[in-house]
């Protein structure tokens, strides 16, 4: 079946400094969706990319999906301790098949 | 205001015992999930429908058992064949099969 392996699985970061998680599938996707859990709190939808070499940004955040559609990567730009949680992707090969989600990669930001 | 509510937030169990996970939405959404998060570890899938009177098993779906008799309601009911069910169980809904989820706040369910 298909599989969504993310890497890394934490990374402690000072504050101010980059994060990047990464996000390969098997399979071809259809779409990637990223969230976020904050400790304590449920998955949170950030946003979903669909086509091929895309790429979008919220804030400090910026989103990209492979020209294969078979990996993604959430890059944030100055961590700061607002970033702080589980960030997880989610793949689609489409149709009626459910999103398969990674494991997830824990970012703490040390102050 | 629309949103997923689960019920209850802690929930004890003795062993031997049966209960029931309580997962509503007023979203009007067709699909619904439960996932099954241990510390530290990712979401796992238990089971999943993608429309009225009828469902899937995910990947960890022995001990649990689920009904969608409602567009609006998925109860889960974890069952005393599952032999390790304390964990933070997570309901959610979507429009479609592959589009995004909304989470409910979770249920923590412990054994006493």
């Known amino acids: 079946g298909q599989q969504v392996m993310q890497i890394p699985q934490y990374q402690h970061v000072q504050e101010g400094e980059d994060f990047t998680t990464y996000c390969n599938s098997s399979?071809?996707?259809?779409?990637i969706q990223w969230y976020k859990q904050r400790p304590g709190g449920h998955p949170v939808f950030l946003i979903q990319l669909v086509k091929s070499g895309e790429v979008k940004k919220q804030k400090r955040l910026t989103f990209q999906f492979g020209e294969a559609k078979k990996n993604s990567s959430l890059h944030i730009t100055a961590t700061q301790t607002t970033d702080v949680g589980t960030y997880f992707c989610a793949g689609s090969p489409g149709g009626s098949y459910i999103p398969t989600f990674g494991r997830g990669t824990s970012l703490i930001v040390h102050p | 205001d629309g949103g997923i509510t689960q019920s209850p937030k802690y929930l004890f169990r003795k062993e031997g015992q049966n209960v029931t996970l309580s997962c509503e939405q007023n979203l009007n959404h067709d699909a619904m999930y439960w996932y099954r998060q241990d510390p530290g570890q990712g979401l796992r899938l238990i089971y999943y429908s993608q429309i009225v009177n009828d469902f899937q098993k995910g990947d960890i779906a022995e001990g649990y058992s689920v009904s969608r008799e409602k567009k609006e309601s998925f109860p889960l009911t974890v069952t005393s064949a599952q032999k390790n069910p304390t964990a933070f169980y997570l309901c959610a809904s979507s429009e479609s099969s592959n589009q995004p989820q909304h989470f409910g706040d979770g249920t923590r369910l412990s054994i006493l």
């Open positions: 399979t071809t996707l259809s779409n």
